[in-house]
Structure formats: C-alpha cells, structure tokens
Nanobody
Framework: QVQLVESGGGLVQAGGSLRLSCAVSGISFSISSVAWHRQSPGKTRDLVAR???????TYADSVNGRFTISRDNAKNTAYLQLDNLEREDTGVYYC???????WGQGTQVTVSS
C-alpha cells in the first residue's frame, strides 16, 4: 500500500522560509517522479513543483526562483524548500506520486504579512 505523509507546514511571516517533507512508503520511490501541489483558499489544487527520477525539476511560474524541490531516494523522502514566502503562498500543500496517483493528507502553510 502506497502512503505519502507530509510534514513541515506552519505559520510564517512574509519573507520567511519553510521546508516541507513528504515521506513515501510502500513503493520503490526512486523509479518515478514526485510532485507538490497547492490548494489556496477558494482556488483549485495546482501543481507547484515536480522532480522526476533523473532529478529534473519543473516549477510553476509563481514560485520559480523561490521554491526548490528535491528528493533523497535513500530516505524515500521528497522535500520542498519554500523561501521568500508571500501571502499568496498560503494554502494546503499536497505531495503527489503520479505513478499510482496517490496523494498525501496535506500540510497547511500560512503566510502572514
């Protein structure tokens, strides 16, 4: 059974940083891409960043240059480093494993002014 568990969310002031983690179990983590999505209040769940099995990364325009996605295959964990946070980054951040279309439960990020 595939499971994804996110952690690392919280309340932070604008301009601050957070590091989100996504622990993956039940699968061979290294053989597929992993992605982070965000659902802000009143909006759809949108892709924020993706990293493939070759560590190639893609980012949404709104976070490019501020967020960094990475993975540690030895730890079966993906990360999302959030820097220079803006109020518009507020939302629930979900980890997604596309190969089996599996989602984590989400972790809340709230950015205050």
């Amino acid at each position: 059974q595939v499971q994804l568990v996110e952690s690392g969310g919280g309340l932070v002031q604008a301009g601050g940083s957070l590091r989100l983690s996504c622990a993956v179990s039940g699968i061979s983590f290294s053989i597929s891409s992993v992605a982070w999505h965000r659902q802000s209040p009143g909006k759809t769940r949108d892709l924020v960043a993706r990293i493939d099995m070759h560590n190639r990364t893609t980012y949404a325009d709104s976070v490019n240059g501020r967020f960094t996605i990475s993975r540690d295959n030895a730890k079966n964990t993906a990360y999302l480093q959030l820097d220079n946070l803006e109020r518009e980054d507020t939302g629930v951040y979900y980890c997604h494993y596309p190969r089996f279309n599996t989602w984590g439960q989400g972790t809340q990020v709230t950015v205050s002014s």
